[in-house]
T-cell receptor, first 113, second 113 residues
Framework: GESVGLHLPTLSVQEGDNSIINCAYSNSASDYFIWYKQESGKGPQFIIDIRSNMDKRQGQRVTVLLNKTVKHLSLQIAATQPGDSAVYFCAENTYNQGGKLIFGQGTELSVKP | ETGVTQTPRHLVMGMTNKKSLKCEQHLGHNAMYWYKQSAKKPLELMFVYNFKEQTENNSVPSRFSPECPNSSHLFLHLHTLQPEDSALYLC????????????FGDGTRLSIL
């Protein structure tokens, strides 16, 4: 399943399928990006990050892709599990903003058993 | 378990009450942040402290008063709040430099009667 960031804030996938969550970031000067996962009743949890000198970075079952040309970031989750159900946020950091992050609206991922 | 602890987890208060939210981080970070999270909206940055000094106030009404006695503790003092202030208040910490992730607590769910 695939989402289109701000225009489709919910994504429903079948357990075991791959999920793709998209994010269009705002500032071409941003050079550091993070994906967070927020489960119900909890705060955002760091998943994976990527710097602008990379196009792809892999973690455990997750991959982040960065396309600077079109200012697009995606999070791929392999073999989606019920425990992956949460809201996923992207965040960007711009080189002249210190540690300040700008967050996207978020996409709610729902995994059907 | 996170390295950032927020108390209380839930707070219900009347508009004339005064209360405080507390945040403590055990990650050795230098910067601490307050965010407001309302339903269906991106995280809104409220305040930033770096080495105990306030470096950002994002046009927050004066009924919210932050305090940072040291790099490990952050408070948000509340007085004469409005119903629209009901939200999840999240605290985060980081090393404060660009290109570093922020780590979040689980928030305080605030309800104004």
């Amino acid at each position: 399943g695939e989402s289109v960031g701000l225009h489709l804030p919910t994504l429903s996938v079948q357990e075991g399928d791959n999920s793709i969550i998209n994010c269009a970031y705002s500032n071409s000067a941003s050079d550091y990006f993070i994906w967070y996962k927020q489960e119900s009743g909890k705060g955002p949890q760091f998943i994976i990050d990527i710097r602008s000198n990379m196009d792809k970075r892999q973690g455990q079952r997750v991959t982040v892709l960065l396309n600077k040309t079109v200012k697009h970031l995606s999070l791929q989750i392999a073999a989606t599990q019920p425990g992956d159900s949460a809201v996923y946020f992207c965040a960007e950091n711009t080189y002249n903003q210190g540690g300040k992050l700008i967050f996207g609206q978020g996409t709610e991922l729902s995994v059907k058993p | 378990e996170t390295g950032v602890t927020q108390t209380p987890r839930h707070l219900v208060m009347g508009m004339t009450n005064k209360k405080s939210l507390k945040c403590e981080q055990h990650l050795g970070h230098n910067a601490m942040y307050w965010y407001k999270q309302s339903a269906k909206k991106p995280l809104e940055l409220m305040f930033v402290y770096n080495f105990k000094e306030q470096t950002e106030n994002n046009s927050v009404p004066s009924r919210f008063s932050p305090e940072c006695p040291n790099s490990s503790h952050l408070f948000l003092h509340l007085h004469t709040l409005q119903p629209e202030d009901s939200a999840l208040y999240l605290c985060a910490s980081s090393y404060g430099d660009r290109g570093q992730p922020q780590h979040f607590g689980d928030g305080t769910r605030l309800s104004i009667l």
